[in-house]
């Protein structure tokens, strides 16, 4: 079975400055990669995926993710945050049966 | 107006009685799953449902029970035998067939429930 591993709870970060999250990832075949934002007392929002072909993918929000099979990871980033990106982030892996296995989350503080 | 509705927003729950979350979808996407939250402990697959009249328990399925009756709706009952229900309950929906874009699950915006 997959499953995710999200080294980091919680993150700080000044406004303006860059952001990595990182995501390390356990499954046997190229699996599908997700990551999703959550701001308090909402639903998911999907910010990007990973399937096959190129290896940074970009997504909404201005944010990006690198795939590194050797790594086993899928970190996501951006170059500059914004206080609005104040939020918990959360990494999942799919598989052929349609499931996905999510991280625990990172929670992203953004000071002025 | 599309999308996952998940009602209510929240719910309170007494000791020994049963309680059904509502999620109903205008995505005519065939997959729905219930995952529960809480705190530092991402999301918990309880049930899912690939098709209509058919589901299979998640990685937490005891003290909870669904229906698919509808394409559109996948209620979930958190029975008396959940001992510790309180937490955030997210509904999302996935198309299936082929494609890996298939995989990509929408959420709905959550129920909060809370023991009395």
């Known amino acids: 079975a997959q499953s995710v591993t999200q080294p980091d709870i919680h993150i700080t970060v000044s406004e303006g400055a860059s952001l990595e999250l990182r995501c390390n990832y356990s499954?046997?075949?190229?699996?599908?990669l997700f990551w999703y934002v959550q701001s308090p007392g909402q639903g998911l929002q999907l910010l990007l995926k990973?399937?096959?072909?190129?290896?940074l993918v970009q997504g909404i929000k201005g944010f990006e993710a690198e795939f590194k099979r050797s790594q086993s990871s899928f970190n996501l980033r951006k170059p500059s945050v914004h206080w609005s990106d104040a939020a918990e982030y959360f990494c999942?892996?799919?598989?052929?049966?349609?499931?996905?296995?999510f991280g625990a989350g990172t929670t992203v503080t953004v000071r002025a | 107006d599309g999308g996952i509705t998940q009602s209510p927003k929240y719910l309170f729950r007494k000791e020994g009685q049963n309680v059904t979350l509502s999620c109903e979808q205008n995505?005519?996407?065939?997959?729905m799953y219930w995952y529960r939250q809480d705190p530092g402990q991402g999301l918990r697959l309880i049930y899912y449902?690939?098709?209509?009249?058919?589901?299979q328990k998640g990685d937490i399925a005891e003290g909870y029970s669904v229906s698919r009756e509808k394409k559109e709706s996948f209620p979930l009952t958190v029975t008396s035998a959940q001992k510790n229900p309180t937490a955030f309950y997210l509904c999302?929906?996935?198309?299936?067939?082929?494609?890996?874009?298939?995989?990509?699950?929408?959420f709905g915006a959550g129920t909060r429930l809370s023991v009395l």
């Open positions: 449902s690939q098709i209509v009249n058919d589901f």
């Open positions: 995505l005519n996407h065939d997959a």
């Open positions: 499954y046997g075949a190229t699996p599908y």
């Open positions: 999942a892996v799919g598989a052929l049966d349609y499931k996905l296995s």
């Open positions: 999302a929906t996935s198309g299936t067939g082929a494609g890996a874009a298939k995989n990509i699950q929408y």
């Open positions: 990973y399937f096959s072909g190129d290896t």
